[in-house]
């Protein structure tokens, strides 16, 4: 393993510092709960924005606190998601009489932890905290023999769509059901061409031949749904978009979202995009607005997810009001 | 060397065996996790018990009903992930069942363990056969049990979870995933030991080594 | 080698195609000629931006053309340098009729072709063209026994800087000499953990054994001046920093820029970051403004690069303008 | 077959014999880039020469020299990075140094070859014992005009230039690069074969086998 880090151990706590360093215009870390605020948060009267996971997917969550986004971020460590402590002091931290909406990726750990500390939020401060559960990840089976689906893509867009909704002033209950509404109109699949590794751990999670590829990866470096042969960007980008395509409730134009795991170059994703853009062209899908880039990470994990989202006039406008944060930035 | 009975003595005894046994196995957690998971349990159950030692350390005169809940809180707020708030929740748990008894007797850690068990199963909602913790766990109670209802003492019962937690950890190679992160690879998890089913045998195991 | 692309001979082709889909509000892309034109070029009275140089560098050059900052990009090869003809189309349409400035890395190819291209734009049709050569690297003696040092990091700061300046009306002369000033005032030095793979060679550069790091290392996959064993983060971080100040001039504030390489995740970087600025604290030097992500890449490489530039308050001033590219965005 | 002269076709055919041999030869010139520079020395040749044949592939009316200029045209057109340029420069001043003589004799060949490494020195501004192309082409020019002013004829001087440019490339394996992009490596660039110097190489030898 090589890394650009210092002890292994000391990973979330020594990004969290370079992170206030470089954001000190627009971030306050608190060290001891890892927590990464918006500077001027608690905003009185507007609905505060907590989300928060495993570390190891930057720029998400972190990257993404700010005007128009996240009040608070909850950094656990690498892969693991944060305990209640943090998600309590988050959640105090932001509250300015308007109620917490906590955005939780659809993960075990993830579900467990939020709820916990919204039990023990609102058993010591009877802040109103809603959460909403992101699930987005097509490559899972919804069933009752799986934990459900994952929370991936879907996840930045959720966060930049609803948050621009808190920042307009929305109350609770609109920028909950917003949320919902986010989540029940958006779908992603994932795919890995390397294994990334978990600092920890010091070696790659899993080892995947030269000639094939992980389909249904998540976020996490844990293996997909099946391993496939290594095959040209055309195929692989259908493999992603097809399932997609196949899930996505309602018609009409959608965001679409070519998103690197990490190590994968940003040539290699806009040729991905390309792709994606001919495939919906050919289904008849308009692509009103697109984003291509690395946003939700799996440290260095080479491969690329797609999320298709149908949004409405509303999600499109507030996709478009400005947002300003280290991970995402315009109109400011 | 307790006799019959478990102290706050003997409990930290435990939980400092227990915590390097989790630092010595911490590798091979971790890598059973890498196989049908996201390769962290190791290295979360090792951060997490060395925490509760550290919270607890100083406890000698405290009751083992209050050790176990410092025990829980510190699990909760140092482990993250699924294993933090579901060994959080077991200790929270046996330690309330405990209340503010100095010394447990072997019914009383019998109905200590069941109140964790319980709560492992309220937060995850798992079920037998989904491969996960709760699947050396339910085993455990049972052979505990059953060892006191056949006139064994602590120490047999105690011996007997053991065994039966490595069973049932065994048990889980061959089982399809329902719950946690190891579910999303469908028929593909089978042939891996389930990490969570691993460390309670441990636990359990270090439990028959230093309270029996 | 394992990547998201059809044919290795149709990588910069297919992303271009990629690249026009999703910015299709900001670009217009010459296929034929392989450049990348900001969508309203040429403007009238502004002098033009023209940049370029080999392709797997993204977002540079291409991500940068936009409104503050490059009119047009020439894409060559994956790090060939583009051939003249590029180079004229690329300075033909973004005449406006004030000059065009050509913003060349200090490369024997680069140099040599846009050299060609001048000397052709000039014969053919007239427009006044400059050139800047950039050359930051530290890692590269700048003497008769070298091709002098290479131009790096400092690029992404120069085209924001003399971007804005285009944008604000100033003239060639003006234009002109502040990208000289700016290429005087900041140096860089990068470092490598892993080597990137040239999709037509199909196979990494070169080989680094897990224990070790290129110190020094260009954006180029060409090895570096020493090879030396891992170390920590701070270590690594001094081993770029300290060479950089040792050679950098004047005094007073600097923009920090830490830079990815490609395949070093997000988090590493802002642990980078933190250790320069620790760094940067201790030796005195105000840290004015900060940029930390990838920027001007290497493919897949893993590594990272520092670029510090001394910048007067004219410089941070035209930092902070409105920039609206792919690549870079703030103020819009 | 050429006696002593070279006309438009046999300089297709060693384009030809060129374009083939470039494209053979290009992941060892790769792999020679990748050692002391940046891994495209081979793939940029064989698009660059490639695209020379498509190019004057119908030219067989036109002169010699025309030929050439085309072919250097193209090249600059389509190479890129240092190689095109010089490489293109030295096929356009081969051509123009031609001009419109029908057919070559071994004269006006030493000439053109003149030309053209004259040329590729204005570009480059490489000195000897800089690791570069140049330290091919220039022995080789000097054993031309050698065997040539010692009696010989066509054939035995481009026999002489490939071979003298063959010692040219193989003695740049211990030099130190002071130009393009091996310099960066400094010491390190010893030991390693320059890149351009091989192509060089290898181009003469296609024009020792097909012309003389
Ligand atoms: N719903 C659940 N009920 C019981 N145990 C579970 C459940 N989900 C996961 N587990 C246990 O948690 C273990 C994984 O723990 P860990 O790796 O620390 O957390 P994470 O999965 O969040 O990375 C699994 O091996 C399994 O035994
Ligand atoms: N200044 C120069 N003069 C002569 N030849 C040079 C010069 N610089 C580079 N070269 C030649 O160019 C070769 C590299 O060509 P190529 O790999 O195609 O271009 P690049 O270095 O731009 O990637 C070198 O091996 C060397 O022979
Ligand atoms: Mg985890
Ligand atoms: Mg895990
Ligand atoms: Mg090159
Ligand atoms: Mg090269």
């Known amino acids: 393993m090589k890394k650009l880090i210092n002890d292994p151990a000391d990973v979330v706590a020594d990004a969290l510092k370079g992170m206030e360093a470089a954001h000190a215009d627009l971030l306050r870390v608190s060290h001891e709960d890892r927590v990464i605020f918006r500077k001027d948060a608690p905003r009185q009267g507007k609905v505060g924005l907590v989300s928060g996971g495993g570390s190891g997917h930057e720029p998400l969550h972190g990257g993404f606190v700010g005007l128009g986004m996240l009040d608070a971020a909850c950094a656990g460590e690498v892969f693991t998601s944060p305990v209640p402590d943090q998600i309590m002091a988050a959640t105090r931290g932001v509250d300015g009489g308007a109620g917490v909406l906590h955005i939780v990726k659809n993960y075990t750990g993830d579900v467990m932890n939020f709820e916990m500390a919204a039990e023990m939020a609102a058993a010591e401060s009877g802040t109103e905290v809603r959460a909403v559960v992101i699930d987005d990840d097509v490559a899972v089976q919804d069933s009752l023999y799986t934990a459900g689906r994952r929370g991936v893509g879907l996840t930045v867009l959720l966060e930049k769509i609803v948050g621009a909704a808190a920042e307009a002033g929305q109350s609770l209950d609109e920028v909950e059901s917003l949320a919902k509404r986010v989540n029940e109109q958006g779908r992603s699949m994932g795919l890995a061409l390397t294994s990334c590794t978990v600092p920890a751990a010091g070696k790659p999670t899993f080892d995947l031949p030269d000639d094939e590829v992980e389909i249904g990866v998540g976020i996490h470096g844990e293996p997909g749904r099946s391993r496939e042969p290594m095959a040209p960007a055309s195929e692989l980008a259908a493999r992603l978009v097809e399932p997609v395509l196949e899930d996505l409730p309602g018609d009409g134009p959608v965001i679409a979202f070519v998103n690197g795991m990490g190590g994968t170059p940003l040539i290699e994703l806009y040729i991905v995009y390309r792709e994606v853009a001919r495939i919906l062209e050919g289904a008849g899908v308009t692509i009103a607005r697109s984003l291509v880039g690395n946003y939700i990470t799996s440290l260095e994990m080479a491969g690329c997810s797609v999320t298709l989202l149908r949004a409405d006039e509303a999600m499109l406008g507030l996709w478009d009001a400005p947002v300003h944060t280290p991970g995402l930035r315009w109109g400011r | ?212």
């Open chain 2, 1 to 212: 060397m307790p006799h019959g009975t478990i102290t706050t003595d003997d409990l930290l005894g435990w939980l400092r065996a227990l915590a390097d046994a989790v630092h010595e196995q911490a590798g091979h957690l971790t890598e059973l996790d890498a196989a049908i998971g996201d390769a962290d349990h190791g290295s979360n159950l090792d951060r997490g018990f060395k925490a509760a030692v550290a919270a607890v350390g100083e406890m000698t005169d405290t009751p083992p009903g209050k050790v176990l809940g410092k025990v829980g809180m510190t699990l909760v707020g140092s482990i993250g992930g699924a294993s933090g708030p579901l060994y959080g929740t077991f200790f929270l748990r046996c330690g309330t069942s405990l209340g503010e008894t100095p010394e447990v007797d072997a019914a009383g850690w019998g109905a200590a363990l069941r109140a964790g068990v319980e709560g492992v199963l309220a937060r995850g909602k798992a079920e037998r056969g989904d491969k996960t913790m709760y699947d050396a766990w339910a085993p455990a109670l049972e052979a505990y049990d059953a060892d006191l209802a056949g006139g064994g003492d602590l120490s047999s019962a105690l011996a007997a979870a053991a065994a039966a937690a490595a069973q049932g950890r065994d048990a889980t190679v061959e089982l399809v995933a329902r719950k946690g992160r190891a579910s999303y690879l469908g028929e593909r998890s089978a042939g891996h030991a389930d990490p969570g089913a691993t460390s309670t045998a441990l636990l359990l195991q270090c439990a028959a080594d230093t309270l029996g």
